[in-house]
């Protein structure tokens, strides 16, 4: 019996040994997937992320989105309302001239009531002929008038009254309770208490993205960030046309993970730290923690060969979270929309599997031996 369990050992290790590579595995190890890196034929290329070049490695070209969201400036806008096509213009004109053009004798004034502003923007005032008001603020729009006046008028004020038309409204087209149109009675409505009549943000949408459509412009900001940020709460106006959809960016994570998904940005930016930790960190006792890879691929105009970005398309980024150096820089790599995060099999993983089932095959034949 002794023989037996001897040869069938010595049969194990053999098998085992040529076959490791063949044991059922959760994740590949490391050498694995970067096998055969060095070779020139090679269609990607491995980058160590370290603290050495955390710096350089950030001015790469952003991949998935254009690397950050683009809404308004801190300036909140003009809190007056919008001169807009459609809305009506009263004009008092004060001129204390003895020769007036504009005012008869024994007047100091004129009123020109009810100027429609036309399709193209213009409005028409005697003498100086058509003025462009669209775009402008009441008060802005009356220096403009002013200054076009003095050629003819050279003492003359102007005294403007807007009474709004029906493009100075605001559209919330949808993800939201109740869209529609609202019309904005004053000029000073945010864009939260724009969102707040439309009955707030749809609770189907996971992770909102506010999106602001605006002279042919489109501006984005994630909801979670308008609501912490006083300054992003904007002034809207007429014609913007607002909508609330849901962050589509995303990454996918693979090995010994907390868990294997296709998992949704839940903020702007995300490194590779708030990654891991979103997918519940690494798989205790499975994963290598020297082994952590980020796949990326980048297009074929943004491929460099000045060392300024990635030599080849495909770049595989290892981080090692095992030392002070690799964890500080795997907190300053940003994630991209796209990325495949992989964490790697430790190889002890493997001889334990060994080890396992020699003592699985002892086991047996200790049993028949009995």
């Given at each position: 019996m002794v023989y037996h369990r001897i040869r069938a050992l010595i049969i194990c290790l053999t098998v085992l040994t040529v076959g490791a590579c063949g044991l059922p595995r959760g994740a590949a190890i490391q050498s694995e997937i970067v096998s055969g890196q060095n070779a020139e034929s090679a269609p990607f290329e491995v980058v160590p992320v370290t603290r050495t070049n955390i710096g350089d490695l950030q001015t790469w070209p952003?991949?998935?989105w254009a690397g950050d969201y683009n809404w308004f400036?801190?300036?909140?806008?003009?809190?007056?309302?919008?001169?807009?096509?459609?809305?009506?213009?009263?004009?008092?004109?004060?001129?204390?001239?003895?020769?007036?053009?504009?005012?008869?004798?024994?007047?100091?004034?004129?009123?020109?009531?009810?100027?429609?502003?036309?399709?193209?923007?213009m409005i028409f005032i005697p003498y100086i002929d058509r003025v462009f008001v669209r775009g402008e603020t009441p008060e802005s729009a009356r220096a403009v008038i002013a200054k076009e006046l003095e050629a003819v008028v050279p003492s003359a004020q102007v005294q403007l009254?807007?009474?709004?038309?029906?493009?100075?409204?605001?559209?919330?087209?949808?993800?939201?309770?109740?869209p529609g149109t609202y019309p904005l009675v004053h000029g000073d409505v945010s864009i939260l208490s724009l969102?707040?009549?439309?009955?707030?943000?749809?609770?189907?949408?996971?992770?909102?993205?506010?999106?602001?459509?605006?002279?042919?412009?489109?501006?984005?900001?994630?909801?979670?960030?308008?609501?912490?940020?006083?300054?992003?709460?904007?002034?809207?106006?007429?014609?913007?046309?607002?909508?609330?959809?849901?962050?589509?960016?995303?990454?996918?994570?693979?090995?010994?993970?907390?868990?294997?998904?296709?998992?949704?940005?839940?903020?702007?930016?995300v490194n590779a730290i708030e990654a891991l930790a979103m997918l519940g960190g690494l798989s205790a006792g499975r994963a290598n923690p020297k082994?952590?890879?980020?796949?990326?691929?980048?297009?074929r105009n943004e491929v460099r060969t000045d060392n300024t970005g990635p030599r080849k398309r495909q770049i595989v980024f290892a981080i090692d979270l095992t030392s002070a150096d690799g964890l500080f820089a795997a907190n300053n790599f940003k994630i991209n929309p796209k990325d495949v995060l992989v964490a790697t099999e430790s190889p002890i993983n493997s001889i334990r599997t060994?080890?396992?089932?020699?003592?699985?095959?002892?086991?047996?034949?200790?049993?028949?031996s009995n």
């Open positions: 952003v991949t998935g400036s801190n300036n909140r806008g003009p809190i007056s309302p919008i001169i807009r096509t459609g809305a009506r213009i009263d004009l008092i004109i004060w001129d204390s001239q003895e020769n007036s053009l504009l005012s008869t004798l024994g007047q100091k004034s004129v009123k020109l009531n009810d100027i429609m502003v036309g399709a193209d923007g009254l807007l009474t709004p038309g029906p493009d100075n409204s605001v559209d919330a087209v949808s993800g939201f309770r109740s969102i707040a009549q439309a009955g707030g943000i749809s609770p189907e949408l996971s992770n909102p993205l506010i999106r602001v459509l605006r002279d042919g412009r489109s501006y984005e900001i994630l909801s979670d960030t308008l609501y912490e940020k006083p300054a992003a709460n904007v002034i809207v106006r007429g014609g913007d046309q607002i909508v609330a959809e849901e962050d589509r960016r995303y990454f996918v994570a693979l090995g010994a993970t907390g868990i294997q998904k296709i998992m949704p940005f839940d903020r702007e930016n082994g952590v890879l980020i796949l990326r691929e980048y297009g060994v080890f396992g089932l020699i003592g699985s095959i002892v086991g047996i034949g200790n049993a028949v």
